[in-house]
């Protein structure tokens, strides 16, 4: 499981944070973009290096990275003055990966934090880079290019289910369920939006089998997670980490986060061709 789980968090860092920033039409996160492999490689390798302190210095050259993408919240929140759904998904996307960054660190450094063993620690990682960046992110694009109720919706229950599965894990079973609940309803309905959004590709092919496939996927492993989080809060039987990590962890990683933003990224050269962000 460890070798699949750094595969998907090298997914996420290398590949899915960079183009997840492109998206945002940002000059100040272009910028970071540009800047991010200086980050994203060193906790890239942190990842197949025994633990110790050359693992955990690479880790905390990520973790700057991260703090530097969160940073920007409060600036973007105090220039916007905004509380709009699409901004609470936009600002959830630019702090998750530091939450992400911080079980890095303490990981490779062997430590546990907050109680958490390292195995839950290394499983925090890629959750907070697809359930809380990639989620978020979409979410808030979702609702940016469709803003009524349901993207709304989406745009705010993905940032609250995110943080009650955060809460949960410090609090209790049942508030972690909670949390699972509100963040399947968001993402299904971001995933009936994504469907509907094909039209809008017209003619291109790969787009609509994106947006299908990224769709697809999403319904399929939030039905896991909902089952997993169910089975944790009721002692019911549920599927194992090492199964949901082949299962959830890597649809929700090439399935749903991959497919989602590539998707979003043609649709955006489709409508804006002379305006590319990236």
């Known amino acids: 499981m460890s070798v699949l789980v750094g595969l998907i968090v090298m997914l996420g860092m290398l590949v899915i944070v960079p183009l997840g920033l492109g998206l945002v039409g940002e000059p100040a996160l272009d910028r970071i973009r540009r800047l991010w492999p200086l980050f994203a490689v060193p906790g890239a390798v942190s990842l197949w290096l025994p633990r110790g302190a050359t693992a955990t210095a690479l880790a905390l050259c990520y973790a700057l990275g991260t703090l530097l993408l969160a940073a920007h919240a409060p600036r973007r929140l105090a220039r916007t003055r905004s509380a709009a759904p699409v901004e609470a998904a936009l600002l959830t996307a630019l702090v998750t990966p530091s939450v992400a960054a911080l079980a890095l660190v303490a990981e490779r450094s062997g430590h546990e934090l907050f109680g ?7 499983l925090t990682v890629p959750h907070f880079h697809f359930a809380g960046f990639a989620a978020a992110l979409v979410a808030g694009l979702v609702c940016r290019a469709e803003d009524g109720a349901a993207g709304r919706f989406a745009a705010l229950s ?10 949960g894990y410090f609090t209790s079973e049942r508030t972690e369920l909670a949390g699972a609940v509100v963040l399947t309803a968001g993402m299904w309905t971001v995933a009936l939006l994504t469907w509907r959004t094909a039209p809008a590709a017209g003619r291109d092919r790969v787009t ?18 909902l089952s997993w ?16 990590a082949a299962t959830h ?19 955006q050269d489709l409508t804006h061709p002379e305006g590319r962000t990236a």
């Open 116 to 122: 958490f063993g390292l195995g839950i620690l290394a």
């Open 249 to 267: 962890g890597l649809g929700n990683a090439l399935g749903f986060a991959l497919c989602a933003l590539l998707a979003r990224r043609r649709l």
């Open 158 to 167: 993905v940032p609250f289910g995110t943080l009650l599965v955060l809460v």
């Open 229 to 244: 989080a169910l089975g944790e809060a009721t002692g019911l039987p549920h599927p194992t980490l090492t199964w949901m």
């Open 208 to 225: 609509r089998a994106l947006l299908a496939v990224s769709a697809g996927v999403l319904v399929v492993t939030m039905v896991l997670a």
